[in-house]
């Protein structure tokens, strides 16, 4: 298991793959449920080496922080699973919704 900790409950009730409730269906709107926990699964058993070679994913570090992001659903998602490199694993994983400012 690399997933050491969840930035909130949602991310990891969809992780578990644990039922959602309406308010939380809400709440992630378009996001394709079952691809996000695959993605999150992918994560729970990755290294950065995998996710270097799996370029669907669209592995990168976010500029100005010490997070890395994945697309959470698809390329063309605003989805991101956001996370933070402890050691080996991962910590404060977190699904963010990426918002056009323009």
Known sequence: MVIKSFGDKLTE???????LNKKERKKIGSLVVERAESRLDQLDTADEKDLLLAPHLYYHKLKGTKRYSIDADSRKSPWRIAFEWENEEMTNVLLVLIEDTH
């Open 13 to 19: 009730k969809i992780f578990s793959g644990d039922d």
